[in-house]
Protein backbone atom coordinates (compact mmCIF):
# COMPACT_ATOMS: atom_id res chain seq x y z
CA UNK A 1 0.00 0.00 0.00
CA UNK A 2 1.05 3.25 -1.00
CA UNK A 3 1.21 6.01 2.12
CA UNK A 4 1.43 9.56 0.51
CA UNK A 5 3.80 10.89 3.34
CA UNK A 6 3.00 14.65 2.49
CA UNK A 7 -0.57 14.37 3.20
CA UNK A 8 0.17 12.90 6.60
CA UNK A 9 2.40 15.15 7.33
CA UNK A 10 0.73 18.41 6.50
CA UNK A 11 -2.37 16.71 8.37
CA UNK A 12 -0.45 15.95 11.55
CA UNK A 13 1.13 19.33 11.20
CA UNK A 14 -2.61 20.64 11.41
CA UNK A 15 -3.44 18.79 14.44
CA UNK A 16 -0.52 19.76 16.02
CA UNK A 17 -1.26 23.88 15.71
CA UNK A 18 -4.88 23.38 16.04
CA UNK A 19 -3.73 22.02 19.76
CA UNK A 20 -1.35 24.79 20.29
CA UNK A 21 -3.51 27.06 19.79
CA UNK A 22 -5.79 26.03 21.70
CA UNK A 23 -3.28 25.83 24.81
CA UNK A 24 -2.98 29.28 24.28
CA UNK A 25 -6.17 30.28 24.67
CA UNK A 26 -6.77 28.14 27.70
CA UNK A 27 -3.07 29.76 28.84
CA UNK A 28 -4.59 33.25 28.43
CA UNK A 29 -8.27 32.64 30.15
CA UNK A 30 -8.12 33.00 33.87
CA UNK A 31 -11.65 32.25 34.64
CA UNK A 32 -11.06 30.59 38.21
CA UNK A 33 -8.85 33.16 39.46
CA UNK A 34 -11.35 35.82 38.54
CA UNK A 35 -14.29 34.22 40.26
CA UNK A 36 -12.46 33.99 43.63
CA UNK A 37 -11.40 37.18 43.21
CA UNK A 38 -15.16 38.67 42.58
CA UNK A 39 -16.71 35.91 45.43
CA UNK A 40 -13.83 37.84 47.58
CA UNK A 41 -15.02 41.04 46.76
CA UNK A 42 -18.41 40.36 47.18
CA UNK A 43 -18.09 39.10 50.82
CA UNK A 44 -16.34 42.23 51.32
CA UNK A 45 -19.57 44.53 50.17
CA UNK A 46 -21.75 42.70 51.63
CA UNK A 47 -20.10 42.74 55.34
CA UNK A 48 -19.16 46.34 54.84
CA UNK A 49 -15.47 45.96 54.93
CA UNK A 50 -13.90 49.23 53.55
CA UNK A 51 -10.28 47.89 53.93
CA UNK A 52 -10.90 44.51 52.10
CA UNK A 53 -13.22 46.08 49.65
CA UNK A 54 -10.08 48.99 49.03
CA UNK A 55 -7.53 45.81 49.02
CA UNK A 56 -9.85 43.99 45.75
CA UNK A 57 -9.97 47.58 44.07
CA UNK A 58 -7.97 49.22 41.52
CA UNK A 59 -7.01 53.23 41.81
CA UNK A 60 -8.01 53.49 45.39
CA UNK A 61 -5.77 55.18 47.88
CA UNK A 62 -6.29 55.59 51.96
CA UNK A 63 -8.19 58.70 51.76
CA UNK A 64 -10.94 56.81 49.16
CA UNK A 65 -10.82 53.67 52.01
CA UNK A 66 -11.31 56.56 55.03
CA UNK A 67 -14.09 58.04 52.99
CA UNK A 68 -16.04 54.72 52.79
CA UNK A 69 -15.56 54.12 56.34
CA UNK A 70 -16.95 56.80 57.43
CA UNK A 71 -19.70 56.39 54.72
CA UNK A 72 -20.64 53.04 57.21
CA UNK A 73 -20.90 55.64 60.29
CA UNK A 74 -24.25 55.27 62.11
CA UNK A 75 -23.02 58.17 64.72
CA UNK A 76 -26.48 59.11 66.64
CA UNK A 77 -24.77 62.45 67.29
CA UNK A 78 -24.49 62.97 63.75
CA UNK A 79 -27.36 61.01 62.06
CA UNK A 80 -30.07 60.88 64.75
CA UNK A 81 -31.00 57.81 67.78
CA UNK A 82 -32.89 56.44 64.45
CA UNK A 83 -30.47 56.13 61.58
CA UNK A 84 -28.54 52.64 63.47
CA UNK A 85 -31.44 50.55 63.95
CA UNK A 86 -32.18 51.33 60.16
CA UNK A 87 -29.16 50.96 58.66
CA UNK A 88 -28.70 47.63 60.66
CA UNK A 89 -31.75 46.35 59.72
CA UNK A 90 -31.47 46.83 55.95
CA UNK A 91 -27.79 45.45 56.15
CA UNK A 92 -28.66 42.15 57.37
CA UNK A 93 -31.09 41.55 54.39
CA UNK A 94 -28.11 42.63 51.46
CA UNK A 95 -26.85 39.06 49.61
CA UNK A 96 -25.69 38.05 46.07
CA UNK A 97 -25.58 35.32 43.74
CA UNK A 98 -22.49 35.56 41.06
CA UNK A 99 -23.43 34.33 37.57
CA UNK A 100 -20.78 31.79 36.82
CA UNK A 101 -21.41 31.22 33.48
CA UNK A 102 -21.26 34.77 32.68
CA UNK A 103 -17.40 35.11 33.47
CA UNK A 104 -14.81 36.18 30.45
CA UNK A 105 -11.51 36.51 31.11
CA UNK A 106 -8.35 37.47 28.74
CA UNK A 107 -4.86 37.65 30.83
CA UNK A 108 -3.56 39.35 27.24
CA UNK A 109 -6.06 41.89 27.15
CA UNK A 110 -6.10 42.09 30.92
CA UNK A 111 -9.54 42.06 31.41
CA UNK A 112 -12.26 40.28 32.79
CA UNK A 113 -16.04 40.74 33.91
CA UNK A 114 -18.67 38.81 35.76
CA UNK A 115 -22.60 39.25 36.25
CA UNK A 116 -23.79 39.61 39.86
CA UNK A 117 -27.11 40.01 41.17
CA UNK A 118 -27.91 41.85 44.94
CA UNK A 119 -30.23 41.34 46.80
CA UNK A 120 -32.09 43.52 49.28
CA UNK A 121 -35.33 44.43 50.71
CA UNK A 122 -37.24 47.20 49.24
CA UNK A 123 -36.68 49.92 52.11
CA UNK A 124 -38.10 52.74 50.40
CA UNK A 125 -41.40 51.27 49.46
CA UNK A 126 -41.65 50.09 52.72
CA UNK A 127 -40.69 53.38 54.21
CA UNK A 128 -43.59 54.30 52.37
CA UNK A 129 -46.40 52.45 53.14
CA UNK A 130 -45.12 52.14 57.06
CA UNK A 131 -45.60 56.41 56.95
CA UNK A 132 -49.23 55.96 54.98
CA UNK A 133 -50.68 53.63 57.53
CA UNK A 134 -49.40 56.52 60.82
CA UNK A 135 -46.55 53.98 61.82
CA UNK A 136 -43.29 54.27 63.68
CA UNK A 137 -39.55 53.08 63.93
CA UNK A 138 -41.08 49.75 65.40
CA UNK A 139 -43.10 49.47 62.81
CA UNK A 140 -41.08 50.09 59.80
CA UNK A 141 -38.07 47.70 61.64
CA UNK A 142 -40.57 45.10 61.91
CA UNK A 143 -41.55 45.45 58.40
CA UNK A 144 -38.20 45.38 57.28
CA UNK A 145 -37.92 42.02 58.38
CA UNK A 146 -40.62 40.80 56.92
CA UNK A 147 -40.49 42.28 53.79
CA UNK A 148 -40.38 41.88 49.44
CA UNK A 149 -36.78 42.20 47.89
CA UNK A 150 -35.53 43.85 45.08
CA UNK A 151 -32.79 42.77 42.90
CA UNK A 152 -29.69 45.04 41.75
CA UNK A 153 -28.44 43.68 38.65
CA UNK A 154 -24.35 44.66 37.98
CA UNK A 155 -21.51 43.72 35.79
CA UNK A 156 -18.24 43.55 37.96
CA UNK A 157 -15.08 44.70 35.64
CA UNK A 158 -11.75 43.22 36.51
CA UNK A 159 -8.58 44.80 35.36
CA UNK A 160 -5.43 42.60 35.34
CA UNK A 161 -2.69 44.82 37.22
CA UNK A 162 0.53 43.32 38.33
CA UNK A 163 -0.02 39.69 37.89
CA UNK A 164 -3.52 39.68 39.82
CA UNK A 165 -7.03 40.66 39.34
CA UNK A 166 -8.58 43.74 40.89
CA UNK A 167 -11.79 45.25 40.61
CA UNK A 168 -12.22 48.30 38.71
CA UNK A 169 -15.56 50.19 39.40
CA UNK A 170 -15.30 53.51 37.60
CA UNK A 171 -16.65 56.13 39.69
CA UNK A 172 -17.96 53.76 41.86
CA UNK A 173 -21.20 53.76 40.29
CA UNK A 174 -21.99 49.78 41.60
CA UNK A 175 -21.29 50.15 45.38
CA UNK A 176 -22.84 53.42 45.17
CA UNK A 177 -25.98 51.54 43.80
CA UNK A 178 -25.62 49.19 46.28
CA UNK A 179 -24.95 50.93 49.11
CA UNK A 180 -27.98 53.94 48.00
CA UNK A 181 -29.73 53.05 51.24
CA UNK A 182 -26.74 54.70 53.73
CA UNK A 183 -27.91 58.21 52.24
CA UNK A 184 -31.79 56.79 51.38
CA UNK A 185 -31.87 56.53 55.28
CA UNK A 186 -31.24 60.32 56.32
CA UNK A 187 -34.38 61.05 54.99
CA UNK A 188 -36.56 58.41 56.95
CA UNK A 189 -38.70 60.50 59.78
CA UNK A 190 -40.83 59.46 62.00
CA UNK A 191 -42.83 60.97 64.84
CA UNK A 192 -43.15 60.14 67.92
CA UNK A 193 -46.31 59.59 69.74
CA UNK A 194 -47.79 62.21 72.14
CA UNK A 195 -48.64 61.27 75.29
CA UNK A 196 -52.37 61.55 76.27
CA UNK A 197 -50.79 62.33 80.00
CA UNK A 198 -49.44 65.71 78.87
CA UNK A 199 -53.13 66.91 78.09
CA UNK A 200 -55.59 68.14 81.39
CA UNK A 201 -58.27 69.06 79.44
CA UNK A 202 -59.58 69.86 76.17
CA UNK A 203 -62.67 73.15 75.68
CA UNK A 204 -64.18 74.77 73.27
CA UNK A 205 -62.48 78.52 73.20
CA UNK A 206 -64.96 81.41 73.51
CA UNK A 207 -67.85 79.33 73.56
CA UNK A 208 -70.74 78.85 75.79
CA UNK A 209 -70.25 75.36 76.97
CA UNK A 210 -69.69 74.58 73.73
CA UNK A 211 -71.87 76.10 72.17
CA UNK A 212 -71.30 79.13 69.50
CA UNK A 213 -73.83 81.46 68.14
CA UNK A 214 -73.01 83.62 65.17
CA UNK A 215 -69.47 82.98 64.32
CA UNK A 216 -66.75 83.14 62.17
CA UNK A 217 -64.65 80.57 63.31
CA UNK A 218 -64.68 78.05 66.23
CA UNK A 219 -61.47 76.63 67.74
CA UNK A 220 -60.84 73.38 69.79
CA UNK A 221 -57.77 73.66 72.39
CA UNK A 222 -55.84 70.93 74.44
CA UNK A 223 -54.82 72.45 77.27
CA UNK A 224 -51.25 70.72 78.28
CA UNK A 225 -50.50 69.86 81.68
CA UNK A 226 -47.61 72.28 83.46
CA UNK A 227 -45.15 69.22 81.69
CA UNK A 228 -47.17 69.61 78.80
CA UNK A 229 -46.37 73.10 78.24
CA UNK A 230 -42.76 73.05 77.97
CA UNK A 231 -43.20 69.95 74.90
CA UNK A 232 -43.59 71.16 71.22
CA UNK A 233 -46.75 69.55 69.63
CA UNK A 234 -46.41 68.38 65.96
CA UNK A 235 -50.13 67.72 65.32
CA UNK A 236 -52.95 67.84 62.54
CA UNK A 237 -56.39 67.76 62.99
CA UNK A 238 -59.94 67.13 60.99
CA UNK A 239 -63.39 69.06 61.28
CA UNK A 240 -66.88 66.77 60.25
CA UNK A 241 -69.93 69.09 60.28
CA UNK A 242 -72.48 66.72 61.31
CA UNK A 243 -70.73 63.59 60.43
CA UNK A 244 -69.40 64.46 57.25
CA UNK A 245 -65.55 65.26 56.85
CA UNK A 246 -64.57 69.17 55.91
CA UNK A 247 -61.30 69.96 56.36
CA UNK A 248 -57.94 68.57 57.33
CA UNK A 249 -55.33 70.47 58.40
CA UNK A 250 -51.65 70.78 57.28
CA UNK A 251 -49.06 69.91 59.83
CA UNK A 252 -49.05 72.11 62.82
CA UNK A 253 -46.98 72.84 65.54
CA UNK A 254 -47.91 74.67 68.71
CA UNK A 255 -46.37 74.83 72.35
CA UNK A 256 -47.69 76.46 75.62
CA UNK A 257 -50.93 77.15 77.53
CA UNK A 258 -53.30 76.27 74.42
CA UNK A 259 -52.52 73.97 71.65
CA UNK A 260 -54.92 75.32 69.01
CA UNK A 261 -57.18 73.62 66.21
CA UNK A 262 -59.14 76.24 63.81
CA UNK A 263 -61.88 75.99 61.90
CA UNK A 264 -63.40 78.65 59.65
CA UNK A 265 -63.74 80.45 56.76
CA UNK A 266 -60.20 82.24 57.31
CA UNK A 267 -58.82 78.62 57.27
CA UNK A 268 -60.88 77.13 54.94
CA UNK A 269 -62.23 79.14 51.72
CA UNK A 270 -64.46 76.31 51.06
CA UNK A 271 -66.47 76.36 54.72
CA UNK A 272 -70.20 76.85 54.23
CA UNK A 273 -71.37 79.97 55.51
CA UNK A 274 -74.91 81.43 55.87
CA UNK A 275 -75.34 85.43 54.11
CA UNK A 276 -73.70 86.84 56.81
CA UNK A 277 -70.77 84.89 56.46
CA UNK A 278 -71.12 83.43 59.89
CA UNK A 279 -70.25 79.26 59.90
CA UNK A 280 -73.79 77.74 58.64
CA UNK A 281 -75.68 75.93 61.87
CA UNK A 282 -74.58 72.46 62.89
CA UNK A 283 -72.58 69.96 65.05
CA UNK A 284 -68.78 70.38 64.61
CA UNK A 285 -66.90 67.36 66.21
CA UNK A 286 -63.32 68.07 66.13
CA UNK A 287 -60.55 65.20 65.84
CA UNK A 288 -56.79 66.38 66.92
CA UNK A 289 -54.34 63.46 65.75
CA UNK A 290 -50.47 63.35 66.64
CA UNK A 291 -47.89 62.92 63.48
CA UNK A 292 -48.02 58.92 64.52
CA UNK A 293 -51.82 59.52 63.79
CA UNK A 294 -52.79 58.54 67.62
CA UNK A 295 -56.14 60.25 68.65
CA UNK A 296 -55.30 63.21 70.93
CA UNK A 297 -58.57 65.09 71.04
CA UNK A 298 -61.57 63.98 70.07
CA UNK A 299 -64.70 66.56 71.18
CA UNK A 300 -67.87 68.28 69.30
CA UNK A 301 -69.09 71.75 70.05
CA UNK A 302 -73.16 72.95 68.29
CA UNK A 303 -73.00 76.11 66.10
CA UNK A 304 -76.25 78.30 66.09
CA UNK A 305 -76.90 81.04 63.52
CA UNK A 306 -79.49 83.93 65.85
CA UNK A 307 -80.07 85.68 62.78
CA UNK A 308 -78.63 89.00 64.04
CA UNK A 309 -74.87 90.19 63.92
CA UNK A 310 -72.78 90.03 67.63
CA UNK A 311 -70.38 92.44 65.87
CA UNK A 312 -71.95 96.28 64.76
CA UNK A 313 -69.91 97.90 62.81
CA UNK A 314 -70.89 101.04 61.13
CA UNK A 315 -70.06 102.31 57.86
CA UNK A 316 -68.61 104.92 55.78
CA UNK A 317 -65.34 105.94 55.48
CA UNK A 318 -63.52 107.44 58.67
CA UNK A 319 -67.48 106.93 60.90
CA UNK A 320 -65.84 104.21 63.20
CA UNK A 321 -67.13 103.57 66.21
CA UNK A 322 -64.16 103.38 68.52
CA UNK A 323 -65.74 101.34 71.10
CA UNK A 324 -65.67 98.83 69.05
CA UNK A 325 -62.97 99.06 66.25
CA UNK A 326 -60.49 101.04 69.38
CA UNK A 327 -59.53 103.72 66.52
CA UNK A 328 -56.93 106.31 67.92
CA UNK A 329 -53.59 105.82 69.69
CA UNK A 330 -54.45 101.85 69.15
CA UNK A 331 -54.32 102.24 65.54
CA UNK A 332 -50.44 103.00 63.92
CA UNK A 333 -47.98 102.44 61.00
CA UNK A 334 -45.58 99.31 61.97
CA UNK A 335 -41.93 98.79 60.91
CA UNK A 336 -39.36 95.74 61.01
CA UNK A 337 -36.33 97.86 59.87
CA UNK A 338 -34.10 97.59 62.85
CA UNK A 339 -34.87 93.66 62.82
CA UNK A 340 -37.07 93.72 66.21
CA UNK A 341 -40.10 96.10 65.03
CA UNK A 342 -41.56 99.45 66.27
CA UNK A 343 -44.38 101.54 66.01
CA UNK A 344 -43.91 105.08 63.53
CA UNK A 345 -46.08 107.33 64.68
CA UNK A 346 -46.27 109.06 60.10
CA UNK A 347 -46.03 106.33 58.31
CA UNK A 348 -42.86 106.87 56.93
CA UNK A 349 -40.81 104.25 55.22
CA UNK A 350 -37.74 104.55 53.55
CA UNK A 351 -36.92 102.37 50.20
CA UNK A 352 -34.51 100.18 51.86
CA UNK A 353 -37.21 98.51 53.80
CA UNK A 354 -39.80 95.75 52.73
CA UNK A 355 -42.72 95.51 54.27
CA UNK A 356 -45.16 97.73 55.24
CA UNK A 357 -47.75 97.49 58.17
CA UNK A 358 -50.71 98.83 59.37
CA UNK A 359 -51.21 97.58 62.56
CA UNK A 360 -55.16 97.76 64.85
CA UNK A 361 -55.36 96.77 67.65
CA UNK A 362 -58.75 94.57 68.51
CA UNK A 363 -60.66 95.83 71.94
CA UNK A 364 -63.37 93.97 71.72
CA UNK A 365 -62.23 90.42 72.16
CA UNK A 366 -65.07 89.11 72.63
CA UNK A 367 -66.57 90.14 69.13
CA UNK A 368 -63.33 91.04 67.34
CA UNK A 369 -61.14 87.82 68.02
CA UNK A 370 -61.53 86.56 65.11
CA UNK A 371 -63.75 89.24 62.77
CA UNK A 372 -62.27 88.35 59.14
CA UNK A 373 -61.57 91.96 57.72
CA UNK A 374 -60.52 93.11 53.97
CA UNK A 375 -58.16 94.83 52.72
CA UNK A 376 -56.73 96.62 49.60
CA UNK A 377 -53.30 98.14 48.97
CA UNK A 378 -52.99 101.04 46.16
CA UNK A 379 -49.76 102.77 44.95
CA UNK A 380 -48.91 105.91 43.14
CA UNK A 381 -45.48 106.97 42.41
CA UNK A 382 -46.98 110.54 42.84
CA UNK A 383 -48.57 110.74 46.18
CA UNK A 384 -51.76 111.75 44.61
CA UNK A 385 -54.88 109.42 45.23
CA UNK A 386 -56.39 109.89 41.97
CA UNK A 387 -53.75 108.02 40.18
CA UNK A 388 -53.21 105.05 42.40
CA UNK A 389 -53.03 101.83 41.09
CA UNK A 390 -54.07 98.54 43.06
CA UNK A 391 -51.02 96.34 43.89
CA UNK A 392 -52.23 93.37 46.71
CA UNK A 393 -55.94 92.75 49.09
CA UNK A 394 -56.19 89.89 51.22
CA UNK A 395 -59.08 89.18 53.95
CA UNK A 396 -57.29 88.55 57.45
CA UNK A 397 -58.30 88.14 61.16
CA UNK A 398 -56.47 89.23 64.43
CA UNK A 399 -52.84 87.53 65.66
CA UNK A 400 -52.69 86.96 69.24
CA UNK A 401 -49.77 88.15 71.18
CA UNK A 402 -49.50 88.27 74.68
CA UNK A 403 -50.44 92.08 75.23
CA UNK A 404 -53.59 91.32 73.00
CA UNK A 405 -55.29 90.46 69.38
CA UNK A 406 -53.61 92.56 66.73
CA UNK A 407 -54.30 92.91 62.86
CA UNK A 408 -51.62 93.05 60.73
CA UNK A 409 -52.34 94.93 57.42
CA UNK A 410 -49.41 94.31 55.32
CA UNK A 411 -48.04 94.80 52.27
CA UNK A 412 -44.52 93.08 51.57
CA UNK A 413 -41.77 93.56 48.19
CA UNK A 414 -39.06 91.87 48.99
CA UNK A 415 -37.53 93.46 46.05
CA UNK A 416 -37.52 96.63 48.04
CA UNK A 417 -40.63 99.41 48.57
CA UNK A 418 -40.89 102.03 45.80
CA UNK A 419 -40.72 105.74 46.35
CA UNK A 420 -44.61 107.35 46.53
CA UNK A 421 -47.62 106.77 48.32
CA UNK A 422 -48.99 103.03 49.94
CA UNK A 423 -53.27 103.93 50.37
CA UNK A 424 -54.51 101.30 52.63
CA UNK A 425 -58.40 101.11 52.91
CA UNK A 426 -59.76 98.25 54.72
CA UNK A 427 -63.68 97.35 54.85
CA UNK A 428 -65.90 94.18 56.24
CA UNK A 429 -65.84 92.48 53.01
CA UNK A 430 -64.64 93.02 48.87
CA UNK A 431 -67.90 95.32 48.32
CA UNK A 432 -66.35 97.98 50.24
CA UNK A 433 -69.94 98.70 51.49
CA UNK A 434 -69.09 99.16 55.24
CA UNK A 435 -65.42 100.91 55.41
CA UNK A 436 -63.43 100.80 58.46
CA UNK A 437 -60.02 102.84 57.81
CA UNK A 438 -58.06 104.27 55.07
CA UNK A 439 -54.86 105.55 55.40
CA UNK A 440 -51.57 106.70 53.64
CA UNK A 441 -48.13 105.44 54.04
CA UNK A 442 -45.08 107.43 52.48
CA UNK A 443 -41.94 105.84 51.29
CA UNK A 444 -38.63 108.34 50.10
Same mark, same amino acid.
Given at each position: #? ?8 ? !???? &? ?47 ? *? ?37 ? /? ?60 ? *? ?60 ? %? ?11 ? +? ?15 ? +? *???? +? ?21 ? %??? &? ?10 ? /? ?32 ? +? ?8 ? #? ?8 ? !? ?24 ? !? ?53 ? #? ?7 ? !?
Amino acid at each position: #MKVDFKKLTA !STLS &VAMLASLAGCAMLDKDDDAVLAVVEDYAEAVKKFKAGDIAELSSNVDDE *WTESLEAYFSTDADLYGEDYGPIIEAIESTLSYEIDEES /VESSKKDGEASVDITWSIVDYATIYDDVIADGGDLDAYLAALADGDSKEISQTINLVYDDEE *WLVEDKNNKNLEEVYAFFEDALEYQFAAAISTDLIDYVEWYYSDNGVYTDVYTIELDIIPTT %EGQEVEWEFYYEY +YLDGQLVFTSDACTDSG +Y *WIES +YYGSSYDPAAMTDDNGYLIAGSY %ECI &VYDMAGNVLADD /VCTVENGGASTVVIPGGSGDVDESVWNNGTDQYW +YSYSDGTGYA #MGEGDYSTSE !SVIEYTVQVYDEASLAYFPVYYEVYY !SESGDLDDAEFVYSATITPSEYSNGYFYEFQYVDNAGLDAGSYFFVGATDATGSC #MLFNAEATV !S
